[in-house]
Structures are given as structure tokens and as C-alpha cells.
């Protein structure tokens, strides 16, 4: 299996309980940089660091992935990044050129504390209106989640009408986890996401 671990922002100690457990149990712990060894290195010595510099990015994600395509059937690897994996993260270049190479490589993704939450509690403040967070090097809109959806229908329909697909997801990572299609009603933890 390949995993990606979200290492949080920089405070090894905003690292999951379950981050923890995979860097320590998987077979090899692999970090794309000094930052995010240095985090990892608190719970595991061995740790492989491969720098993906700009520029050079391409070749070395084809020859990690040519690796991993083969490993990954019997091995668990860990890939650890800064922040949440699922963010603007090098995981989502590795994953892709692995299933390329090996569809039947399994992946999960270990969610941790992203930059754009964790400043908030940094600053003292609260969020408590809509906010939209972008990328400076001006990539379009892709993705919108609306929270406190309990008209999930109503508020996908919009959403379709604006050129996005749509899912229901309700009670994540709890028990009676739900994710498909938008209904009419839903309870209070749920959320509505729309990507294109
Ligand atoms: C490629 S994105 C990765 C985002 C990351 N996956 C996350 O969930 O936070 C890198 C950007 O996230 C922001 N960032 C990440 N960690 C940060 C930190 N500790 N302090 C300030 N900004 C941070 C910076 O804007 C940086 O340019």
C-alpha cells in the first residue's frame, strides 16, 4: 500500500494519532524534504529523503514511481508532506504516475492539519463566514464545499448549474459515514462538495 501522511504545519506535535502510528508501523517512511524529515524524525530514525526541487520534479517523481509501482504490492510505504495531503500536495504528482504504472496499487490518504486552518488559531481568530482560499500562482476555481448542508439537493443543484459535480458527505470518518449522491435531506454534519 502507498500512504500519504499529513504532517500538519511544522509543530511535530500537530501530527494525527494515526499519522503517528503509520510512520511508525509502515515498512519505509519517505519524505520529499529537511522540513518534513525533521518532523518525522521524531518518531522513527530511518527516514528516506527524496528532494523533488523544481525543475527536476518530473524526473524524480518518474523514478520514484517506477519504484513504488513495484514495492507498494507487498510494502507498505509511508510519503509524508507538509500540511494536509490532499492539498496542493507533490503526493497527488507521485500517485498519479504510480497508477500509471500499477493500477492495482492501493493508496489511502491520512488527513492532518492544513496551513490555511491552522493560521486561524494562530492568529486568534475564528472563522465564522464563508472563506475561500486560492493559490497565488492564480490556478482556476476548482472546488467548492459547503458546509451546514442540510438541503444537500437544493444546494447541489446550484452547484451542477455552475459546471460542477457534486457529492453528499455526511458523518465522515464517524460511524453511519455517508457519501454519494446529494439527497433532499441530511443531518447537521454534513457537507456538500462540488469540484470541475
Ligand atoms: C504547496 S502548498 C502546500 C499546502 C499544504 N499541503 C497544506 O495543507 O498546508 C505550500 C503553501 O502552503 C502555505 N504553508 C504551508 N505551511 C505553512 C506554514 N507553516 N506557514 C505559513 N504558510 C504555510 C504556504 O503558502 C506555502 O506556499
Known sequence: M??????????AELLTVKGKR?????????????????????FRDDVRVVEVPMGRADEVIENLSGELAERCVNEDIAFCVLGD?????????LVKAVK???????????????SFTAVFSRLGMF???????RSALGEEEKFEVILKATEPLEMADDLK????S??????????????????????YFTMVVGWR
Open 2 to 11: 502507498l500512504m500519504g501522511v499529513s504532517l500538519g504545519p511544522g509543530d
Open 22 to 42: 503509520v510512520i511508525e508501523e509502515s515498512d519505509q517512511v519517505i519524505v520529499p524534504g529537511r522540513l518534513a524529515e525533521r518532523i518525522v524524525r521524531r
Open 85 to 93: 495531503v490532499a492539498f496542493f500536495s507533490t503526493f497527488q504528482d
Open 100 to 114: 500509471r504504472k500499477n493500477p492495482d496499487v492501493v493508496v489511502e490518504m491520512i488527513p492532518g492539519v492544513p
Open 127 to 133: 472563522v465564522d463566514g464563508s472563506m475561500r482560499v
Open 161 to 164: 448549474n455552475r459546471g460542477f
Open 166 to 187: 457534486v457529492v453528499q458527505v455526511e458523518r465522515m470518518y464517524m460511524e453511519g459515514e455517508f457519501v454519494g449522491e446529494p439527497e433532499e435531506k441530511a443531518s
